[in-house]
């Protein structure tokens, strides 16, 4: 009973390749997010979406571009991969704010190494 | 700049003691805070959430809240090897939509 899933768990490419990551959630949650941890494991969001409208975008280049095609799915696609994109990127969701919480549901993460 | 802010550690411990475990933030309006455990190579979890002033315990961790000091707290009685994890404190500010900062986390150690 996979909450919140991503695939793939690991990802291995070149420089300049295009890469996209998918994330699902069967909690039925209205908001996910994206988050990048890097190589000293600081958690910085990149954006979310709230039933499927972008509400926050962090400053990430323009190669990073999310897609929620459902309340249920937040795609994540990088254009033009650079080493610096290298990090461990994680999908999270929440229920809807007022609900009156905002607990976060991470999932496993994708680890993405840029060679 | 909101800032949320962690000793990084590495804090040891040994087995069986107590292990606290500091955070400190920069806004005023935040009314959401949490700790999430985080293991090496795993996602984070949360452990405990905490919105008003005072402690809140669930086994043996307490979470301690004090707004006016901007200061949150993790207290992990009884500490077990399995423990031995880092520690994100994220705090919620309801001045933007939804978004959660989360600290640098604190890497603990539980030795036997």
């Known amino acids: 009973d996979t909450a919140v899933s991503q695939t793939p768990k690991y990802l291995v490419t070149q420089m300049g390749n295009d890469k996209s990551i998918k994330c699902e959630q069967n909690?039925?949650?209205?908001?996910m997010y994206w988050y990048k941890q890097d190589s000293k494991k600081f958690l910085k969001i990149m954006f979310s979406?709230?039933?499927?409208?972008?509400?926050i975008n962090e400053t990430v280049p323009n190669r990073f571009s999310p897609k929620s095609p459902d309340k249920a799915h937040l795609n994540l696609h990088i254009n033009s991969l650079e080493l610096g994109d290298s990090a461990v990127y994680f999908c999270?969701?929440?229920?809807?704010?007022?609900?009156?919480?905002?607990?976060?549901?991470f999932g496993p993460g994708t680890r993405l190494t840029v060679l | 700049q909101k800032e949320v802010e962690q000793n990084s550690g590495p804090l040891s411990v040994p087995e069986g003691a107590i292990a606290s475990l500091n955070c400190t933030y920069s806004?005023?309006?935040?009314?959401?805070f949490f700790w999430y455990r985080q293991y090496s190579g795993k996602s984070p979890e949360l452990i405990m959430s905490?919105?008003?002033?005072g402690d809140k315990e669930d086994g043996r961790f307490t979470a301690q809240l004090n707004k006016a000091s901007q200061y949150v707290s993790l207290l992990i009685r009884d500490s077990q090897p399995s423990d031995s994890a880092t520690y994100l404190c994220?705090?919620?500010?309801?001045?933007?939509?939804?978004?959660?900062?989360f600290g640098p986390g604190t890497s603990l150690s539980v030795i036997p």
């Open positions: 999270a969701s929440s229920p809807t704010p007022t609900s009156g919480t905002y607990t976060q549901y």
């Open positions: 909690l039925g949650h209205d908001t």
């Open positions: 979406y709230n039933n499927k409208e972008l509400i």
């Open positions: 806004d005023r309006v935040s009314q959401s």
């Open positions: 905490i919105y008003s002033n």
């Open positions: 994220a705090v919620n500010y309801e001045t933007s939509y939804d978004k959660v900062i």
